[in-house]
């Protein structure tokens, strides 16, 4: 496959990098063995950077290889949400500009999804207001909680608003969940607790009715959804058992969650067959999660392509959906070095 869209990478510059080290972040660190930047969020591991990071040419070669096209960048989890206001607010606003920058620099084989200082709701509707307006941004991430506080929680509802009435594409990373006990000892809340986070998040915004109250957000969610490929019938069982799982929508959270979008980072190809079974092909785009899984990004086109998918549902899954939801236009990015 060629000409592939990549919704789910990452970069990290330096003032982020920096700031998660700060004794004041929140966050505590260490390097391991391998010289990656571990980052743990309440005792519990919640990023592991690469160190140095890749240049940007590195980058570019991997999509080469792989057949991707473009690269959406983000800030994984942690992302901003933990550190102090004071910075969290200007480096918000220095990390945007940066991505767009390093965007323009890549002869359109990049575009950003931009952060916001939440849980700081005036300063995020100030910033989502400017960023979306820079050059190479096609959307919003955030994580599957905002420092501990749930998504669908009240106090978030003019953000949502304010996307919902531009018809943003909002992708949610997960991150360490609000609780850690459990999650602290070998990296389960990387490992597992990150796939879990994501089913607890879309599962309260269904049950919340905030999918529902803000149709306008185009929501991209990662790792097949975390489980929900697997347990999707529990939602609409659970929903029938107990009231409150339906004093806020009027129809199953099953049909809500087939609405919205999930990528393809899985090395697991059952599973991928699994969430396209369940979900729908016309649901799903590519992700690589670069620069995070070693053996790069071409291992996930392969899982892609071994699942037994029409040409019309690769073409789906690689490119056409994705090029809707970020707004791409042909003709295609010229590559960086090309004529």
């Known amino acids: 496959m060629t000409g592939l869209i990549d919704v789910h990478s990452h970069h990290y510059p330096d003032a982020y990098m920096d700031a998660c080290r700060r004794p004041d972040s929140g966050f505590t660190h260490y390097y391991r063995d391998d010289g990656r930047l571990i980052v743990l969020q309440d005792g519990a591991v919640g990023l592991a950077v690469p160190q140095p990071l890749p240049p ?85 991430v955030v994580c599957s909680n905002i420092d501990r506080i749930n998504l669908d929680d009240e106090r978030f509802s003019p953000v949502w608003e304010e996307l919902s009435r531009r018809g943003t594409t909002v992708f949610c990373h997960p991150t360490v969940a609000c609780c850690t006990d459990g999650l602290r000892e070998y990296a389960m809340s990387l490992a597992m607790g990150f796939m879990a986070d994501t089913m607890f998040a879309v599962g309260r915004l269904a049950y919340a009715g905030t999918f529902d109250r803000f149709p306008g957000i185009r929501w991209i969610f990662t790792h097949l959804g975390g489980t929900i490929p697997f347990v999707l019938p529990r939602y609409d069982n659970y929903s029938r058992q107990f009231p409150e799982c339906r004093e806020k929508i009027t129809r199953p959270p099953s049909e809500i969650m087939r609405e919205l979008y999930y990528d393809t980072v899985t090395m697991h190809a059952p599973a991928l067959r699994c969430a396209v ?5 016309e649901r799903l785009v590519f992700g690589s999660d670069y620069p995070h899984v070693p ?7 392969t899982v892609l392509n071994s699942v037994g998918l029409s040409a019309d549902e690769l073409a789906m899954i690689g490119r056409s959906t994705a090029a809707g939801l970020i707004g791409l236009e042909e003709p295609r990015a010229v590559p960086v070095g090309g004529s």
Not at 89 to 110: V, Y
Not at 277 to 281: M, R
């Open 277 to 281: 079974d369940t979900l729908g092909s």
């Open 56 to 140: 940007l040419e590195h980058r570019i070669g991997m999509m080469d290889e792989a057949g991707v096209d473009v690269q959406v960048l983000s800030v994984s989890a942690p992302n901003v949400f933990r550190l102090l206001k004071a910075l969290r607010i200007p480096l918000t606003r220095d990390l945007n500009d940066e991505f767009s920058e390093l965007a323009g620099s890549a002869r359109g084989r990049l575009r950003v999804f931009a952060s916001l200082p939440l849980p700081a709701v005036d300063a995020a509707l100030e910033e989502l207001d400017r960023a979306l307006a820079l050059p190479h941004v096609v959307g919003i």
């Open 295 to 301: 053996g790069g990004i071409d291992r996930f086109v």
